[in-house]
């Protein structure tokens, strides 16, 4: 029987190979931002990265990769100047660089307001080679779900680009078990399908899109507001390397709560999202931020994550 020492110890070696793993996944982010135009992007994300710019107002870095700035019309602002930038791949060693070219964005003049958003794709390599591991992302996204949603404070009008997830997904993964790429895309987009509608296709508009696994190669997470701070930049990407390497790691993960959990647990075996001591179990347990290293994002999760002010 293990000591209360050598549990600690055991904890600690877990988390920190939970921590190292997390760092280890490849991602990338959309930055949705008004007050400059795409041009202006680029050349403030080349005073950063170096490499050239291109004709399409895209960034080639001296190592290949492009860093993209594109007008996107869903924004809106009373300049008419709005785009997207789009990351190349990027890994953990890249973390001071993309929170470099978010401080410069903001002394350039860039902006968000509430019709603006940020995504954060991880990369679905692990998932398309043990699909079932899908199923513990599902599960986990919806028994923290209020959590999740309330954490993340997602503005009103963005909401139906980040839905929450209905009944019927959750019922078809339950069911479904799903041991196949084949399994998994059937159970994301019900009524038979295996394909989906193209690029646009609906069901990317919920909080977690596993359509994109299917599209690009990754995993989704689009519940965060825009934001050009650079500490909350960095705390939604870890909010989705920690989603994402919890159903990695996790043998399997049940629909349901734990009945230790108590009042905490809805019916439905969702978790309630009523006191700060429940954002606090996500944010250690599920992301697994644990230690000094994390401890400013930890703060920037429980009071403003993905939002410029509180």
Not at 29 to 49: M, N, P, R, T, Y
Not at 53 to 65: F, K, N, P, Q, S
Not at 211 to 238: P, Q
Not at 256 to 283: C, I, P, W, Y
Request: charged letters at 20%; hydrophobic letters at 40%.
């Amino acid at each position: 029987m293990l000591t209360r020492v050598g549990m600690m110890l055991l904890m600690t070696t877990r988390n920190a190979n939970r921590v190292s793993f997390l760092k280890s996944h490849r991602f990338g982010v959309e930055l949705e931002i008004v007050g400059i135009d795409a041009h202006k992007a680029a050349e403030i994300v080349h005073s950063v990265v170096g490499g050239t710019i291109g004709l399409t107002a895209g960034v080639t870095m001296v190592d290949g990769r492009i860093w993209k700035a594109v007008y996107d019309g869903s924004l809106r602002d009373h300049t008419g100047r709005t785009c997207e930038i789009v990351s190349p791949i990027l890994t953990w060693a890249d973390m001071d660089s993309l929170q470099a070219i978010v401080r410069a964005l903001r002394a350039g003049g860039a902006r968000v307001n509430e019709s603006c958003g940020m995504h954060v794709h991880v990369d679905g390599a692990a998932f398309k080679t043990n699909p079932s591991k899908v199923r513990n992302l599902m599960a986990l996204a919806y028994r923290w779900e209020p959590v999740a949603v309330n954490i993340a404070r997602v503005l009103r009008n963005r909401q139906g680009y980040c839905r929450t997830l209905d009944t019927n997904l959750i019922d078809r993964f339950r069911a479904l078990r799903p041991a196949s790429l084949t399994a998994v895309a059937a159970a994301w987009y019900g009524n038979g399908h295996t394909v989906g509608r193209g690029h646009y296709d609906q069901s990317r508009y919920r909080w977690i899109n596993v359509h994109a696994l299917f599209d690009k190669g990754t995993i989704e997470f689009r519940l965060f507001n825009g934001t050009l701070h650079a500490g909350h930049v960095k705390a939604n990407v870890l909010f989705a390397l920690g989603m994402a390497s919890c159903a990695l790691a996790s043998r399997s993960v049940s629909f349901k709560g734990k009945a230790g959990e108590g009042t905490r647990t809805q019916s439905d075996g969702r978790r309630m999202a009523l006191t700060s001591n429940d954002r606090r179990l996500f944010v250690y347990h599920v992301l697994c931020l644990v230690g000094d290293e994390f401890k400013v994002y930890r703060k920037h999760m429980n009071k403003f994550i993905g939002g410029e002010e509180v």
